[in-house]
């Protein structure tokens, strides 16, 4: 293997570093998320560092760059509170990823890409029309990391949106058969394939597929 100290990678350009650096911690759960500015203007962006934070309380948490370089989403989950995230289907791929350009304030990216908003269950921020599995979100926590000026927000879920034929008997949503996409680096995307799945992990037992 080619070893790449830190001094080497921090002396290439920002491009090739970020691509590099990026692609560390593997594929990502690229999604779309909605929000509605202090204007009424809705607002849509592709992010892809996202987590699960906790199945109960139902929690999901997402980091946003430094407010000079992404600043709309995170201003009007924090005047709002309420935001969608949606997976994003290689149907709207090429719409999706223009949605991550910087578009100035007061342009709605659902107008200027061409996707469609869907208004749904009284909630006042829509979700992608098109994307197979949507959720909404109620603002919790904005965590600030002086480290790099960037904010992991954590919102609480309150609605879920997917059709109930992908969802299987034991609660696992088939985001396979959805065509999720999945993203690496910040600029590639891919689909994802199935390859197993195990029963619970004991110590006791050697790791058992099913
Ligand atoms: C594949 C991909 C993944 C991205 N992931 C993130 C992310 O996790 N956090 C973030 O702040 N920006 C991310 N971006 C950049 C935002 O999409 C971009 O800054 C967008 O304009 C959001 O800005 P806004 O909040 O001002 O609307 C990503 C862009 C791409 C193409």
New binding site residues.
Partial sequence: MTHFPIDLISSWDRFHRGHFINSLSGFKP?SLIATVGPDGVS?L??????VHLGADPALVG????PRE??????RNIEAGRYYTINHIHPDFLDRA?Q????YPDGVSEFAAVGLGEEWKAGFPVPFVEGSPVQYALELAEVMPIPLNGTYFVIGRILHVFVDERIVGSDGLIDLYEAGSMV?LG??AYGTVMPHARFAYAKPDRPAARV
């Fill in positions: 690229v607002n962006g592709v992010f892809s560092n996202i997402f980091v946003n760059r370089a992404a600043p709309h989403t995170i990823h949605t991550s350009a910087k993203s910040l600029d």
